[in-house]
């Protein structure tokens, strides 16, 4: 009976999202309550549940969300992602364009939150299009399906990040497998994929062609990748340490300090501050409101992720978790495609990567007690199909259709299944690894 009353609560999460147009944060709330009624929690204790895992969630990430949001934001007002384009572009030459778009959408999707990273890169495309006489939306979908697979897969973004937390994975480790599970599935999304759809016709519109920097006001193209992706370098390296450093004492204990994932990121962002803001003559206080409008951006998301692990609680304290790690126990499937399956079915149902890939973790974390169920691949495996068939409900389909002015039929046709293709070819990539890790 609890099971079928799990099933009704994310029912009304959907129509809610959906339907009725309520943000995602509320309807989590709502729905969390609602949960807790029906799940047979004592009332006055539901809202402490739901205190609780808002609070444990965003305790346990805030500071890695915004400052991974900080340091994208200054990626971009620097002038940092445009010399890291440009850079790609004179590397790679005409012969390999497509590979210096992809790689370019890599390096910048990291530090850069979708929404930004997609606003940002569509004049490069738009002009490398123009430039070599190529159809933008052959050009356009390598690039982008490296900012989905980074979106994804690769803390520090939202979802992976929360994913992170909710299983007690481990944020560098997560980031190794991801990148070596995210460039390939890059590869198959972008520059193979793209060869389908060379044919689509898209006219480029003007009206969102945004005007670039002078090269003479841009940073050096080596201090602007070392920026973007010095949490990258720290968490490789304090992970690699770990292993090395065996003995008990003070090597052990600071390298343990320097690779939690909120001292990167303030690291990061203290370096940035100085490489890609006042070394570049900005003064402070305009640095200082560039990560406040990077925290205006992403504040609705940490809301979302903080309705999402109120959910979590309640399943938690209402008992439900251990039943549905009973029955999903029983499942002659694995556990990291049951998860992948869970985020599939909920990000189709309610276009959002985010809330499919919370609502997901909430069901699938009782799999974790399972022997041999590696967490930082289940990160990997929900992220993966949260990313599923964007279509008509999810804004980043909308996004891609007006962008490149396509009709519904050719953006199905590409951003669609562009994005099914990541769905798919990660999983393909967790199985894979698996099969080494476990």
Request: hydrophobic fraction near 55%.
């Amino acid at each position: 009976m609890s099971l079928i009353l799990i099933f009704l609560c994310i029912a009304i999460l959907v129509l809610l999202i959906t339907y009725f147009k309520i943000n995602a944060f509320l309807a989590f709330l709502i729905v969390s309550i609602l949960a807790g009624f029906l799940l047979g929690i004592e009332p006055t204790k539901i809202i402490g549940s739901v205190q609780k895992g808002l609070g444990d969630m965003l305790g346990s990430l805030i500071i890695v969300v915004v400052a991974g949001a900080m340091l994208g934001k200054l990626t971009a007002e620097s002038g940092a992602a445009q010399r890291i384009a440009s850079g790609m572009m004179k590397l790679f030459g005409a012969s390999y364009i497509q590979w210096a778009l992809l790689v370019t959408g890599f390096i910048i999707g990291i530090p850069l939150f979708y929404n930004v990273g997609f606003v940002l890169v569509i004049p490069l495309i738009f002009s490398v299009a123009q430039r070599y006489n190529l159809p933008v939306v052959y050009m356009g979908v390598p690039l982008l399906a490296a900012l989905s697979v980074t979106h994804g897969f690769l803390p520090p973004h939202p979802s992976p990040t929360a994913l992170v937390a909710q299983f007690k994975a481990d944020m560098g480790t997560t980031l190794f497998y991801g990148i070596i599970i995210g460039f390939p599935t890059s590869i198959i999304a972008g520059p193979i994929f793209s060869r389908a759809v060379k044919n689509i016709k898209a006219p480029m519109l003007s009206t969102f062609k945004s005007a670039e920097l002078p090269e003479s006001q841009l940073p050096g193209l080596g201090i602007s990748i070392f920026s973007s992706l010095l949490p990258v370098l720290l968490l490789g390296i304090t992970t690699a340490l770990g292993t090395l450093i065996v003995q008990e004492g003070f090597l052990k204990t600071l390298n343990a300090v320097l690779s939690d994932a909120a001292i990167v990121m303030l690291i990061s962002l203290a370096v940035a501050t100085y490489t890609l803001g006042l070394r570049m003559g900005m003064t402070m206080a305009r640095v200082m409101n560039i990560y406040v409008e990077a925290v205006k951006d992403i504040t609705i998301l940490l809301l979302i992720i903080g309705g999402a692990g109120s959910l979590k609680q309640i399943l938690i304290d209402s008992g439900v978790s251990a039943e549905i790690a009973s029955l999903l126990n029983g499942l002659d499937i694995h556990p990291l495609i049951l998860g992948w399956t869970i985020a599939c079915v909920i990000r189709v149902c309610v276009g959002s990567a985010i809330v499919a890939g919370l609502t997901a973790a909430g069901i699938v974390l009782p799999l974790l007690n399972q022997p041999g169920v590696d967490p930082n691949l289940m990160v990997l495996a929900v992220g993966a199909g949260s990313l599923m068939f964007s279509h008509v409900n999810d804004s980043g389909f909308w996004l891609f259709k007006e962008y490149f002015n396509l009709s519904i039929k050719d953006t199905i046709k590409s951003w669609s299944l562009m994005e099914t293709i990541v769905a798919i070819a990660g999983i393909i990539g967790v199985m894979i690894l698996d099969i080494f890790v476990s």
